[in-house]
C-alpha cells in the first residue's frame, strides 16, 4: 500500500522553509534526501544537487542568504497525491543591494516515511539570472542563423 502524506504536512514544511526554521526543515527531511534545484551554480550558488540532510541544512543555510538579504515564498497551487506533492510558487527576494529578484518555480517532492526523500525545484532560471546579474543575457547568434541541425527548439 503507498503511503501517503497530507496536505497540512506538506503546509508545515513550506512554512518552515520559508520562515527559515531549519531545525523543522531537518526534521522533514531523509537522511538520505537528494535536494536539486536546477540553474547555473557558477551565477546561483543555491543551484544544484545536494545529497544527505546535513549537506541540504548547511546550502540552504548559508547559499540562499548570501545572495538574498530577504525572501518570500509564495505558493499559488500545491497538489498531494499519496507520498508525492508538486507546487507551483513565486519567490522573491531583495539583493544586499537593494534590487528585487521576482521569480516563478515549480517544485516536487516525493516522502517515504513522513521524509522528504527527493525534492526538485525548477525556477525559470534564465530570468533569474537576469534579475540577480542586473544584466539581459544576449544570445550571439539570432535563432534564425541556427544550424538546421542544431538541438534547439525555437517556439
Known sequence: MLETISRSEVERFYDAYATQQFAVVASFLHDDVQWTVSGPVDVLSFCGTRRGKAEVISSIRRSVPA???EREFRSERMLVDGNAAAVLGHFAATKS?????RYRLAQFIEFHDGKIVSFLS???SFDAVEQVTGRPIVLDTPPDEWPADSDIVVL
Do not use: E, P, Q, S
Open 67 to 69: 545572495l538574498f538579504r
Open 97 to 101: 543591494d537593494g534590487r528585487v529578484v
Open 122 to 124: 525548477v525556477i525559470d
